[in-house]
């Protein structure tokens, strides 16, 4: 029989273990949270997965407690909430080493395992009439399976256990022996009336130190779960303002959608998922279309065409597909994520991809900063609003910073150009008559001769020198920044996250983000003082009254413009 999501038949909390519970009041005589557990000390060792976000970060390396599993909460209060726990005697500890393992590392640890494979060819002969190849037979109950990707794992499934494990050892004294432990890990949930297959599927690898990672997971309630305490930080990472259990229960969630993506052998897919994330995808679209801060980790376009691949899925709605569940529980995992890092389902979620829901001091700058910004034409200032809205509460959002690094380039190209033409401008003005001085040689100080150089003269090679500034700093800032416009956020947040810890934190990024403009703008200023000082110095009255009062209204339109335009935040 095959593997089914089982989402169309989720019962209405889905957050409700099918056991024996029992509810506990999370609001202590303080308004804190009150925990139900017990603890059995046992031998841990280090987990490893990739920095950012629940499925990739690097603080999922923890120690490993037993405990009382405990589960979400179907009603919340303000102190917490109340949850819903199994039944708190004490939890039978395995008579074997385990370790609580993620269902996200497993999708890293394929992607970043180290090369095992020699690169010299063996000599391989093909055996008469071979017209079928086959891998070597496994023990009992085994069957290897090809993920969609291309990496292969192995299920065992019987009327008991339904367990995954990686491919790459193949041996039946292992495999033997996992099927023991597995089933002595899904005898403890039978002792403690955990349903257990075909609605509770496991994952057991034995290391070389000779552990067993370990999760469940179980379809009804779309979560993870282990058979001892584990601590929270290892399923949400580093992401901060997590209060209580009611805030990671989408966490949980991107972590059994992880698992259905890691391990899609044959599931059905249900036609209640179909329309769960088609609506899920229109709401996204929605949003999109109707605001320009939406929180949906996808464009528009992009959800348009991930309506599509809906769409055509719904023919095997129903059927047993294994490229069909791959995609909805990768589709899945992205939203249900989303919906954990803007605490979807709480009283303060965040509706605006802006939106800070923090309590945090703003930054207070310094006099010197405050005039090298107004120095640099306010350009730091329009960054640094920027990179407020896309770096909020130290989370990014991929589709918005995609958006930002895609406006930064094509702001800073536009800039290089701007900074090209301004210096051939100065290049042709040095060839007017008039603005180098022919007319004899001086005698320097220093005991150097060389003609004298006019005050045009001189105000255009500072201009040509600002402009050659402008065009270097956007070639390499463009070359530095064009590649984020198509990557993931990981390298984005690791980035930020350095930077925030400097001295001057994300306002450095701002002024060295606003250099090429404010370089451009004062090559701008020495171009026209190196003009005026052409029209103003050996010419006629009339002509300079004619140009002065040509200059005259043009400062006056260009103050009036800036006073118009000028926002309220940026005066502050």
């Avoid at 791959?326 to 965040?350: E, I, S």
């Avoid at 703003?362 to 910004?373: D, G, I, K, V």
Wanted: overall charge neutral.
């Amino acid at each position: 029989m095959a593997s089914p999501l089982r989402s169309d038949t989720a019962p209405d909390d889905p957050a409700a273990l099918l056991v024996p519970h029992l509810i506990i009041d999370l609001s202590g005589p303080d308004g804190g949270p009150v925990i139900v557990s017990r603890t059995t000390p046992q031998s841990s060792a280090g987990m490893h997965a990739r920095p950012s976000g629940p499925e990739t970060n690097s603080l999922y390396r923890s120690s490993t407690h037993f405990v009382v599993a405990s589960r979400r909460s179907s009603s919340q209060s303000s102190g917490g909430g109340t949850i819903i726990c199994p039944d708190v005697s004490p939890m039978p500890v395995p008579r074997f080493p385990t370790e609580p393992f993620m269902a996200s590392s497993v999708t890293d640890s394929r992607y970043h395992r180290e090369p095992r494979r020699d690169i010299e060819p063996a000599e391989i002969y093909i055996p008469p009439l071979t017209m079928q190849i086959v891998e070597e037979p496994l023990p009992e109950g085994w069957t290897s399976c090809t993920h969609p990707e291309g990496v292969m794992y192995l299920l065992y499934k019987d009327e008991s256990m339904h367990m995954f494990t990686h491919g790459d050892i193949r041996g039946s004294r292992y495999l033997n022996d996992l099927v023991q432990r597995g089933l002595e890990l899904y005898d403890i949930l039978r002792k403690k009336s955990v349903p257990g297959a075909p609605d509770t599927e496991l994952f057991l690898e034995c290391r070389t130190t000779g552990a067993y990672r370990y999760y469940f997971i179980n379809h009804k309630t779309r979560s993870i779960f282990w058979l001892e305490q584990v601590k929270g930080c290892r399923v949400y990472g580093d992401v901060p303002g997590v209060q209580r259990l009611t805030d990671i229960k989408f966490a949980l969630e991107t972590q059994y959608w992880a698992h259905c993506e890691s391990f899609p052998h044959e599931r059905v897919v249900p036609a209640k998922l179909l329309r769960e994330l088609k609506g899920t995808i229109l709401h996204s679209a929605v949003d999109c279309l109707t605001t320009g801060s939406s929180t949906s980790p996808f464009t528009n376009r992009e959800l348009t065409k991930m309506l599509k691949l809906i769409d055509a899925v719904q023919l095997n709605s129903g059927k047993s597909d294994t490229d069909s569940a791959f995609m909805l529980a990768r589709f899945m995992k992205y939203f249900v994520d989303a919906k954990f890092f803007n605490f979807h389902g709480q009283a303060d979620a965040r509706l605006k991809s802006h939106q800070a829901i923090f309590r945090t001091e703003a930054p207070r700058r310094s006099r010197a900063m405050r005039l090298l910004s107004w120095l640099l034409f306010r350009a730091p200032e329009t960054h640094a609003r920027e990179f407020q809205k896309v770096w909020v509460d130290c989370v990014i959002n991929d589709a918005t910073w995609k958006k930002f690094m895609k406006k930064l380039v094509s702001e800073w190209q536009e800039l290089t150009i701007y900074a090209t033409v301004l210096l051939n401008a100065n290049v042709a003005f040095l060839a007017v008559p008039g603005v180098i001085n022919n007319a004899g040689m001086t005698m320097a100080s220093t005991g150097s001769s060389g003609y004298a150089q006019t005050a045009a003269q001189i105000a255009s090679y500072v201009s040509i020198v600002l402009s050659i500034g402008a065009i270097i700093l956007g070639l390499l800032l463009v070359r530095q920044n064009r590649t984020q416009e198509h990557e993931d956020v990981d390298s984005a947040v690791s980035f930020l996250s350095r930077v925030t810890h400097l001295m001057f934190g994300l306002e450095s990024l701002a002024y060295i983000f606003g250099l090429p403009y404010a370089l451009l703008m004062w090559s701008v200023v020495y171009f026209v003082l190196a003009v005026a000082c052409l029209v103003f110095q050996q010419t006629t009255t009339v002509t300079r009254i004619l140009v002065g009062i040509a200059f005259g209204i043009i400062t006056v339109m260009i103050a009036w413009s800036l006073v118009t335009t000028l926002d309220s935040r940026e005066v502050r």
